[in-house]
């Protein structure tokens, strides 16, 4: 069965750097997998953010793209997100997600909420 | 980016009504389009991949159709467990991938 799971802060400074990390249980992240960051936030619904693959190549929302990075740790199974320079547009809650094909978001995270303060 | 617009915005039905729920895209996307589920504090669930094709472990009474700009979703016998908000998504012109505002379907 696969899981997955964030992890981060749930708070975090305006300016400042977000930081979270989605753990993977039941598939590797070394198979054919496409691992993706999307958040959630009243104002703006589902937002993509980015995607990783097992090899590093990596695709990010281009309004986003100056200020985020996502990178994978194989050996631990996991992915993580940075978002730099952070403001209240960024309060919102954060999944991860996976699928087989670029794209295709078979798996979710429960999410993490993220606030940010002034 | 592609824009997705979904219509309408709320729809209210009862249980065993059949339930219709539309999604338009901005330019032509073929058929890399999904449908998601979503409850109160949950994270979305796949229902529908490829426009037509139902994700593992949804129930029959879940279909997608359309190819091109239009799409819809129709569930043909409303449980209980269906009252919930619903997106699309799309694949085809990315990145970025790009959901749809939302349907929510609640209980009449």
């Known amino acids: 069965q696969v899981h997955l799971q964030e992890s981060g802060p749930g708070l975090v400074k305006s300016s400042g750097t977000l930081s979270l990390t989605c753990a993977v249980s039941?598939?590797?992240?070394?198979?054919?997998?496409?691992c993706s960051w999307v958040r959630q936030s009243p104002g703006k619904g589902l937002e993509w953010i980015g995607e990783?693959?097992?090899?590093?190549?990596?695709n990010y929302k281009p309004s986003l793209k100056s200020r985020v990075s996502i990178s994978v740790d194989k050996s631990k199974n996991q992915f993580s997100l940075q978002v730099r320079s952070v403001t209240a547009a960024d309060a919102a809650v954060y999944y991860c997600?996976?699928?087989?094909?670029?794209?295709?978001?078979?798996?979710w995270g429960q999410g993490t909420l993220v606030t940010v303060s002034s | 980016e592609i824009v997705l617009t979904q219509s309408p915005a709320t729809l209210s039905l009862s249980p065993g009504e059949r339930a219709t729920l539309s999604c338009r895209a901005s330019?032509?996307?073929?058929?890399?389009l999904a449908w998601y589920q979503q409850k109160p504090g949950q994270a979305p669930r796949l229902l529908i991949s490829?426009?037509?094709n139902r994700a593992t472990g949804i129930p029959a009474r879940f279909s997608g159709t359309g190819s091109g700009t239009d799409f819809t979703l129709t569930i043909s016998s409303l449980e209980p467990e269906d009252f919930a908000v619903y997106f699309c998504?799309?694949?085809?012109?990315?990145?970025?991938?790009?959901f749809g505002q939302g349907t929510k379907l609640e209980i009449k």
């Open positions: 997600a996976m699928g087989s094909i670029p794209g295709d978001f078979d798996y």
């Open positions: 330019q032509s996307i073929s058929t890399y």
């Open positions: 490829g426009a037509s």
């Open positions: 998504q799309q694949r085809s012109n990315w990145p970025p991938y790009t």
């Open positions: 039941g598939v590797s992240i070394s198979g054919l997998n496409w």
């Open positions: 990783i693959f097992h090899s590093g190549s990596t």
